[in-house]
């Protein structure tokens, strides 16, 4: 029979806005913290022209704006620097966004633009160290997920098969208020050769305000149910702009959003695995939910945004003749 040990991470598994605060970060979960192997979540605020500078350390990163845009300077283990524009957006309910990626070994410095910014900083634990490389907004897939009250939106723009990393994934998903995503329960808690992936996830929030109502309070729920693996993981949680769940192991979902107020959530996950890949069981109880699709509409309301074209401007991000030259 196997047994369980209690090895909640510190706070447990829901960490309301602002409880895992640290430093110059509003938000700081990494590996120790979870009590898992790989996978970590920043977020940084920064004013007008604010800088802020870290190691990456055993750790690749993806930059994300969140709201607003900003410089990154990655400078690799060799000293050459490279510099890429993020264009960013006004928030995550408004648009797709651009994004940098820095490898391990790396120093990473974020430089605010004119009007500062919110920033996510979603990293993995990894072996191999990458080229430092620009993602435009351009090419992140906006995918619609499910159909009816089930319906929702996904931004891959570092899915495994999209954009190339060593082990981490991240995405963003939207959900219309009053629809419920993370869908059927699912789990990717142990590895199976072409059936499932062994990931740790992280679930970051951010709730949109009512229309005609900025000031009324937005809220979502998340489920988490154990699967008999792991740490047993059960999460009902009320959740709210700036919150998080951890999810080392168990079925997770539904997501739901309440009505009038639309949910984001940002996911970054990481394993163990020699492959990278998003590879899921779906609960048997609740499997039977997607053979109804084919016969409901997608929700009207989606997408919320689709990827913005190309501009030429966009197909290479500024670099200075110095950075070039190292």
Known sequence: MTTHTDTRPAGGFHLPAGSAASG????????????????SLRVLSLEP????????????????????GCAVTVEDADGRAHTFELHGRKDVFSGVTDFAYAPRDARVRITGAGGGGRFALTGARCERRLPARYGPAADVPVELRGSGA????V???????????????AVEVLTPGGNWSSYPPHKHDECRPGEESELEEIYYFEIAPAAGNP???????????????GKGTDVL??????????????????????????????????????????LICDHPDHAWIRGSWADQAVDPRLPLYTAPSMSPSATRPAQTQEEDDR
Do not use: K
């Open 24 to 39: 110059p970060y509003d938000l700081y979960v990494d590996p120790e913290r979870a009590g898992w192997g790989y996978s």
């Open 49 to 68: 022209g604010g800088e802020h500078e870290f190691a990456a350390g055993d750790s690749e990163w993806i930059v994300l704006p969140l709201s607003g």
């Open 150 to 153: 089930c319906s929702r939106q």
């Open 155 to 169: 931004n891959n723009f570092a899915a495994a098969d999209v954009f190339e990393a060593d082990r981490l994934i």
């Open 215 to 229: 000031d009324a309070p937005g809220l979502g729920y998340q489920r988490v149910t154990p699967s008999g693996r």
């Open 237 to 278: 949680a009320e959740v709210r702009g700036g919150d998080v769940v951890l999810i080392p192991d168990g079925w997770h979902g539904p997501s739901i959003a309440a009505p009038g107020h639309d949910m984001y959530y940002l996911n970054v996950m990481a394993g163990p695995g020699e492959e990278r890949s998003w």
